[in-house]
């Protein structure tokens, strides 16, 4: 009986290391992998009966993941992603949603303008409403490339000085708006469908300490008047003290009808802060200098289309955009489990959930100790390859040990038969 029994114990041990070795040999494999994680086989004894001490060998008692992080590699894609730290992504198959997870980040925008990998897999995310804010609606990441409607301008803000030393001109006249004031400088912008009109700003001292302005365009911008007549769209009035700061800015009137655009569109003309409420040196002065302008700015826009994307560390994915504007996307979303090492492998570099595992916990990059995410980066294979060849080493030794116990029992066999000869 005894034997017997270490014939078997050298069969078992042949079978787990070979099981072994298998597993090795996949790690191996895959040591190329992007966002591969490495198993380990773990052994476990196995006796001849529940009341006896005598071995039959051993078993492979599991093969686990091992979720150690995997180095970084630059790439020129900014939808390749890498996780640092916790969390897996979020894929779902299109065909019958069904849900996966994994560590590579190999995404492209498919032909739908889905992000996806190469499986065709749709990687999830929090969407954004229709004021592009993100929602806690987790979906398909969808890089649409519709353009961005117009925005039509609201408002200018100017920071200038007017010169102090300036002397009052001739009554402000739209046909001769040059000679009849001190200053002018031009801005651009958008009406109601995202086309672009220059209106030119004129200042015209009309007392000590007092000035006005006149926003004017070309008529054949406008309803009404023919092309070459200037009109006054806008109006208002400015005030300084002795020491060269805002004590009041006002506007009379601000109507701008251009053609085929919103009638009345009304912009406001921001100079600044005035002294009752702030410094008033903010916005205009007026100084014993040349007058100029050192800042302008206005809040519209042209449509746009989408010209390239960013991904940041928390995952929020931005479109930039031909007209200077940029939007949210969407946010990539991990997921991290109670137990991730008993996710089940499925291939594909994806794993799904289990009753062990329990249900995923989904939320932002970097929020409840999930990683970051990484843009223009992949993560590589775990296997330490050194360590893998040692144990091929350590393995091979123990299958050969256990052939020899067999062909030793073997021959012991054979004694035994030669017994009665």
Known sequence: MGLFSALFSGVNGINSNGNVISVIGDNIANVNTIGYKSSRAAFEDILAGSDSNVGLGSRVASITAQFGQGGFESSSSVTDLAIDGKGFFMVKDPGDNSKFYSRAGQFVVDRDGYLANNKGL?????????????????????????????????????????NSNSTTPAAFSTATPT????????????????????????????????????????????????????????????????AGALTSAATTTSDFDFLGATQSQAITFDFGSIVSTGNGLDGATQFGSDSAVSNITQDGYASGSLKSIEISPDGTITGNYTNGTNQTIAQVVLATFSDETSLRRV??????????????????????????????????????????????????????????TISTVNDLLAQLVTLGQ
Do not use: C
Not at 131 to 140: E, K, Q
Not at 204 to 210: I, T
């Open 347 to 404: 291939g594909g570099n994806n794993y799904q959930e289990t009753l062990g595992s329990g249900q995923p916990t989904v939320n932002g990059a970097g929020v409840a100790g999930k990683g970051n995410v990484v843009s223009s980066t992949l993560e590589q294979s775990n296997v330490d390859l050194a360590n893998e060849l040692i144990k091929m080493v350590i393995i091979q030794r123990g299958f050969q040990a256990n052939t020899r």
């Open 122 to 162: 749709r990687l999830q995310g929090f969407s954004v409403d229709t004021s592009n804010n993100l929602t806690a609606n987790v979906s398909d990441i969808s890089i649409s490339t519709t353009p961005v409607s117009p925005n039509d301008t609201g408002e200018i803000a100017l920071v200038m000085n007017l």
């Open 179 to 242: 000679t009849t004031s001190n200053f002018s400088t031009g801005v651009t912008v958008f009406d109601s469908l995202g086309n672009s009109h220059l209106v030119t700003i004129y200042f015209r001292k009309s007392a000590s300490n007092s000035w006005s302005w006149y926003g004017l365009i070309n008529g054949s911008e406008v309803t009404g008047p023919s092309s070459g007549v200037n009109v006054q769209a806008a109006t208002g009035t400015l005030t300084f003290n002795s």
